[in-house]
């Protein structure tokens, strides 16, 4: 099993649609969890963190179920300018300083006119 | 302007033929590490540097070397590249990750293709 999985998508939705993402990871231990964003063939960025409580960006909400082991990302009235790969992302912890941080294979979203 | 910059960002090389990328952040960041993105695999974390001087393996070291001989570089080397190692290699910075936040600022990236 891997440790991030998310569905490579694509989903491909209209404009205005809501659409959403789900990521399970398998490390019970992992302490904290991230959404990027990363254009075609540009570098990821940091779209959100997610909480435990869930939170929320503007268009964004982002859910964490540590029970059941996996975060989403839900984008409401999708725009033309949503179309990315949006990357699930996992901080495992780790001792020494060091925290393992892995990345999801990405799901590609295409908002369509 | 807060960045971290990668070069070159194109590059087409032969096989067995050294060649190091750069990278370097201005942000006074502690960490940083180096990864490589390839169809269906995701980013995978090569190396990375908690400090000057002070680096590790990643989950895909082979072939790779780094150095971090000040705070603001880290440059990866690849002494006798091979056409496995062609992909895209993305350079990131963050504060040292303590507690749970943590946010990664990636470079534009270098797409290496070893002939």
């Known amino acids: 099993r891997k440790e991030v999985e998310q569905d490579p998508g694509p989903f491909n939705v209209p404009e205005g649609a809501t659409v959403a993402f789900n990521c399970t990871y398998s490390?019970?231990?992992?302490?904290?969890f991230f959404w990027y964003r990363q254009d075609c063939r540009k570098e990821p960025k940091l779209l959100m963190s997610?909480?435990?409580s869930g939170n929320e960006d503007g268009r964004f909400t982002a859910q964490l179920n540590r029970a059941s082991q996996y975060i989403s990302l839900l984008i409401r009235d999708s725009k033309l300018s949503d179309s990315a790969t949006y990357l699930c992302?996992?901080?495992?912890?780790?001792?020494?300083?060091?925290?393992?941080?892995?990345f999801g294979t990405g799901t590609k979203l295409q908002v369509i006119p | 302007e807060a960045q971290v910059t990668q070069n070159p960002r194109y590059l087409i090389t032969v096989t067995g033929k050294k060649l190091t990328v750069t990278c370097s952040q201005n942000?006074?960041?502690?960490?940083m590490s180096w990864y490589r993105q390839d169809p269906g695999l995701g980013l995978r974390q090569i190396y990375y540097?908690?400090?000057?001087?002070?680096?590790d393996k990643g989950d895909v070291p082979e072939g790779y070397k780094v150095s971090r001989k000040e705070k603001r570089n880290f440059p990866l080397i690849l002494e006798s590249p091979s056409p496995n190692q062609t992909s895209l290699y993305f350079c990131?910075?963050?504060?040292?990750?303590?507690?749970?936040?943590?946010?990664?600022?990636f470079g534009p990236g270098t797409r290496l293709t070893v002939t």
């Open positions: 490390n019970s231990a992992s302490q904290s």
């Open positions: 990131a910075s963050s504060l040292y990750p303590l507690g749970g936040s943590y946010e990664q600022y």
């Open positions: 992302v996992v901080n495992e912890g780790g001792s020494g300083g060091y925290q393992k941080v892995t």
């Open positions: 942000m006074n960041h502690e960490y």
């Open positions: 997610v909480y435990s």
């Open positions: 540097s908690m400090n000057v001087e002070v680096t």
